[in-house]
């Protein structure tokens, strides 16, 4: 199999068994206690996925998120193993699997997607001016768009392997997995939200809004899928940020911008995209790790 059918379509490992295929990510048996996440090239927006892939997108992707990880790791415990090519089971040390692939324990998924919202932005801002509430919560009046709130706020919404999440309030994620466990995903989601946005402060970027996963583990709630990426993340450059607009991002939102204005319905298939509008994705992709890690772009040694 080639390299552009792992990383674009499906990824199939000889030796390792199939349990999940996501939009973007495909998940194998590596043991009893732990699974191989492989991070494709695949775009999702709007819930739907694209037919064409953006270069480099999953190792980016996947080599960014344990970044986060290993910075976010005294905020409680995570799914990440490792990345490294030596640790990986040997059937996925192929070149077009390597940089994109993170061995992580196994987890039972909490079937909720926390969302933290630091300004108003994207659905937020739409609920926002629909009737001045976000996820249940009821904001000042007069916010711009792009507006900092007062304080973070928290947003779950529903998890859907196949269609469109929905935002729920925190009173009815309590109902769904307990007052208490809510209560740890919220705290949780907050602290992890204000620890990225400091770090990404830092570097000159503004992180507007994120969403976080979690699952059991020994017990205990962990951090699992991926962390701080410009899938689960809108990034702002802090010098170009400006309330009152649409701040440029680094992230698939010049993606959902483009096919908007063509418009299209949301609905499967997803269009057709120009060439300049998977290199301009695959450009704010690059820049974004580039400017949280500080370091240039480089494949993994040994990928494809």
């Excluded at 951090?223 to 990426?229: R, S």
């Amino acid at each position: 199999m080639t390299g552009h059918a792992v990383t674009s379509a499906v990824s199939e490992i000889d030796g390792l068994e199939l349990v999940h295929r996501g939009k973007v990510r495909d998940t194998y048996t590596v043991d009893h206690d732990r699974l191989l996440m492989v991070a494709s090239d695949r775009l999702s927006a709007f819930d739907v996925v694209f037919p064409q892939p953006i270069p480099d997108k999953g190792a980016v992707l996947n080599r960014l998120s344990a970044w986060w990880f290993e910075r976010l790791a005294s905020l409680g415990p995570t799914h990440f193993g490792s990345i490294r090519t030596a640790d990986l089971p040997e059937p996925a040390r192929r070149p077009e699997l390597i940089g994109r692939s993170m061995l992580v324990r196994r987890a039972e998924r909490i079937d909720a997607e926390c969302i933290v919202r630091g300004y108003l932005a994207g659905s937020g801002w739409t609920d926002y001016l629909r009737a001045g509430v976000v996820g249940g919560h009821r904001l000042p009046p007069g916010l711009r768009e792009a507006d900092r709130l007062p304080e973070p706020i928290f947003t779950p919404s529903t998890k859907a392997d196949i269609g469109h999440d929905e935002t729920i309030t925190r009173a009815s994620l309590a109902e769904m997995v307990g007052g208490e466990v809510a209560a740890e995903l919220e705290q949780r989601s907050i602290a992890l939200y204000r620890a990225g946005a400091a770090i990404a402060e830092a570097v000159g970027l503004v992180l507007a809004d994120t969403k976080f996963e979690f699952g059991w583990i020994d017990g205990r709630v962990a951090v699992i899928d991926e962390v701080l990426t410009p899938d689960s993340s809108r990034f702002w450059d802090a010098a170009r940020y400006q309330p009152g607009t649409s701040p440029p991002s680094y992230d698939k939102q010049y993606v959902r911008d483009f096919v908007t204005a063509a418009g299209w319905n949301r609905e499967p298939p997803a269009p057709e995209l120009p060439d300049e509008v998977i290199a301009g994705t695959r450009d704010r992709y690059l820049q974004a790790y580039e400017r949280l890690t500080g370091t240039a772009w480089r494949p993994a040694e040994g990928s494809a």
